[in-house]
């Protein structure tokens, strides 16, 4: 069904029409896209569209700077914001203060009340890498969790016979919209799709403000994958002209920053400058930020990353960034957030065993870093977090007071490769995962465990870009075999009968993963690097339904 929001004059004197290609014959797809929603959302992408525009060719731009040889690094014409040490961010609200252990996942009806039931601090309810970018699911998402809000979300499971319904101490609700990258094909401003962050933003805010504000709460919201102070800035607008529009006061609107992209890791300062007025954190993507420390130097032959499994933050480059990130944080007055533990529960003992172990791991190291706080994928591994920042926390709700280190952290440090296996067995590993998982986005499903980790756009961005690498530099692997087109197709081909085998004929029959490896292949070998799998599979998408 086609709805138009009625034409308004645009700000630059001409006429603008918005137009909802999406199905709307639904009572609740009415009231989340009504038409005063709607007519907001025309407003901001009326008046923010075209400088977004801009920015993703600025990105662009900067790239090919990069592909050329140059290297990231902090930035000279901003210097005097990094020398200034007067400035802080707004004080944090009360509730962003203790965020010892978060829980993110997608926009699913029971697995946002799961992940408010777990026991975190946090739950950060995912448009983006979470979550496919169906139709449905943008939309009944905003149902979700504007029923979260209200507090009146519940789900009967007719397979289980089991009713979901929220206790009485759910985790703070925090929504992160889709990245400045990724369109909304389904609704489209003078004929082109418009921003799907815009979307998302709009319409979490229009419908929950006035709930959240009876709670004596703000509007919180995690923004991805920025790569510079202008793009943050541009969210920091877009947030000042939200709260004047409807009229509420400066800092309703409170937001994390992920810091996963390579770029932005030398502009943190800068973001954080830029969003005084409404930043409280910054988080460590650290998926993402392997991923795009790979497409950012692809071109750089001293500088190809081992297999993917290989990478930890035990790396030199990743805890730099995590060392980096506190230090910043802390000296601005925001909170510092740790990265995602993908670890999923195992029904084997010694499997579960190792699991803990290596969760851990990887939290004594953030904890010890003065991280504030840390993520988790899954309910079960809830509580060990949780006892690990209780006991380095030692009863504080944060640890902005941390005393970081002083040694120098450069650009030389951050942009250090690593060393690390390169072989059939990983490449192979990587291939099934990629296709699992790329296969599961476009039937609608952007959150899949695979092989004991909860995988979502971010890891099978990795498994993408390293093996588009290793063949566009002629990596030789471990056993001194060429790792070329013609090696990774016969690699993934191969893999698709493992991929039936595991999955059984029927699922593999009623699946996309002919098309999926077809898609695979194009990305891995094409000459230009695509800067994100979620566009060109996007186009899968559109006509597809959850099965």
Not at 80 to 88: G, L, P, T
Not at 110 to 122: E, R, T
């Amino acid at each position: 069904m086609l709805n138009d929001v009625t034409d308004r004059e645009a700000d630059a004197g001409q006429n603008a029409c918005m137009q909802v290609l999406g199905d709307t014959a639904n009572a609740e797809y009415d009231q989340i896209l009504s038409k005063e929603a709607l007519a907001f959302l025309e407003t901001l992408v009326n008046k923010f569209g075209a400088r977004r525009d801009a920015l993703l060719q600025t990105r662009d731009e900067k790239q090919a700077q990069f592909d050329a040889g140059a290297l990231p690094d902090f930035r000279a014409d901003t210097k005097a914001i990094r020398d200034d040490k007067s400035w802080k961010v707004a004080t944090p609200p009360k509730e962003l203060l203790d965020r010892r252990v978060e829980i993110t996942g997608p926009v699913d009806r029971k697995m946002v009340i799961n992940a408010l039931n777990s026991g975190a601090k946090v739950f950060m309810c995912c448009f983006e890498d979470a979550s496919s970018p169906t139709w449905e699911n943008m939309v009944e998402g905003q149902i979700n969790l504007r029923d979260a809000n209200l507090g009146t979300i519940s789900y009967y499971d007719d397979k289980k016979d089991k009713h979901y319904k929220l206790n009485s101490d759910p985790a703070l609700l925090i929504a992160r919209p889709r990245g400045l990258h990724l369109p909304e094909q389904s609704i489209q401003f003078n004929g082109q799709p418009i921003a799907g962050c815009l979307m998302d933003f709009a319409l979490y805010f229009f419908h929950n403000y006035q709930a959240r504000a009876k709670q004596g709460l703000g509007v919180y919201y995690y923004i991805p994958k920025l790569e510079s102070m202008e793009e943050a800035q541009w969210w920091d607008d877009v947030f000042s002209f939200t709260e004047d529009h409807f009229g509420v006061e400066r800092g309703t609107i409170r937001a994390t920053v992920l810091i996963e992209t390579l770029p932005a890791v030398f502009q943190m300062e800068e973001m954080l400058y830029a969003m005084r007025d409404h930043i409280v954190a910054m988080n460590c993507g650290r998926w993402d930020y392997i991923f795009s420390y790979i497409k950012t130097l692809k071109n750089h032959k001293d500088r190809i990353l081992p297999d993917r499994h290989g990478i930890g933050m035990d790396k030199e480059f990743l805890n730099a960034y995590s060392q980096l990130l506190v230090r910043t944080c802390h000296e601005r007055g925001a909170l510092a957030m740790g990265g995602m533990s993908a670890f999923i529960p195992a029904k084997d003992p010694a499997e579960m065993e190792r699991v803990t172990a290596k969760v851990i791991e990887d939290k004594e190291r953030e904890s010890r870093n003065g991280h504030d706080g840390t993520w988790v994928a899954h309910p079960a591994l809830v509580d060990l977090a949780m006892s690990i920042f209780d006991k380095n926390l030692g009863g504080k709700p944060n640890q902005m007071d941390f005393e970081s280190p002083t040694h120098t952290i450069d650009a030389s440090l951050l942009l250090k490769p690593c060393s690390g296996t390169r072989d059939e067995a990983g490449v192979r590993k990587n291939i099934r995962i990629a296709l699992y998982y790329i296969e599961a986005w476009i039937r609608g499903y952007g959150c899949v465990p695979i092989y004991g980790l909860m995988e979502d756009a971010a890891t099978a961005e990795i498994s993408r870009a390293n093996i588009w690498q290793w063949i566009h530099h002629g990596v030789s692997l471990d056993d001194g075999q060429n790792f070329t087109a013609e090696l990774f197709h016969k690699w993934l081909y191969q893999e698709l009968d493992t991929i039936q085998q595991e999955v059984g004929d029927n699922r593999y029959a009623a699946g996309r993963f002919k098309e999926t490896a077809d898609l695979f292949y194009e990305l891995s070998t094409a000459d230009t690097f695509a800067n994100f799998l979620t566009l060109p599979s996007y186009e899968l998408l559109k006509g597809a339904a959850k099965a």
